[in-house]
């Protein structure tokens, strides 16, 4: 990262939370966020804050194709380890003041930060325990009592 200029640091930021927000895994999101959270790093981006800015302002957007954008947003916020009130100024700052979407993006970092502080796990209010299961099994392979077909193999 330090190989980047400095015009390109923000932009680097940008493109991390959008593959978070459109990746629609709730992993990734909080990967991203920790990776943030890692001072050295933050140092490196002036202005860190206000890279968040640009995924803010289109995040009404982004949830028509990704329902759980704004839960994504508030993993990758609460894992940058800002302090509340810098987050509540970058969501104020991006969002406008009548906007639903600003009200329960607000809230969700606020749920996430109790959870943090209390050390307990965190379910996301749009993930049910059943999605949580599909979504850790999805890559496992499915079993079947029927044999494969040996056309399954010809390529």
Excluded: W
Excluded at 20 to 37: C, E, Y
Excluded at 52 to 59: D, I, P
Excluded at 84 to 94: A, F, G
Excluded at 98 to 126: I, M, N, W
């Amino acid at each position: 990262m330090r190989g980047l200029k400095p015009s390109q640091r923000p932009i680097l930021i940008r493109e991390l939370i959008s593959s978070a927000l459109h990746g629609n895994d709730f992993t990734d999101a909080f990967s991203i966020g920790s990776l943030f959270a890692i001072r050295s790093i933050r140092c490196l981006f002036t202005g860190f804050p206000d890279a968040f800015e640009a995924e803010l302002n289109l995040l009404a957007d982004t949830t028509l194709d990704v329902p759980h954008a704004s839960s994504l947003m508030a993993v990758v916020l609460n894992g940058t380890g800002l302090d509340k009130q810098v987050l509540e100024t970058i969501i104020s700052r991006s969002l406008a003041q009548d906007d639903a979407l600003r009200e329960h993006l607000l809230g969700e970092v606020k749920l996430l930060q109790e959870h943090s502080d209390s050390g307990t796990d965190f379910q996301p209010d749009d993930e049910s325990p059943e999605d949580e299961t599909h979504r850790k099994n999805r890559f496992e392979r499915d079993t079947y009592s029927e044999p494969t077909s040996g056309h399954a193999y010809a390529y």
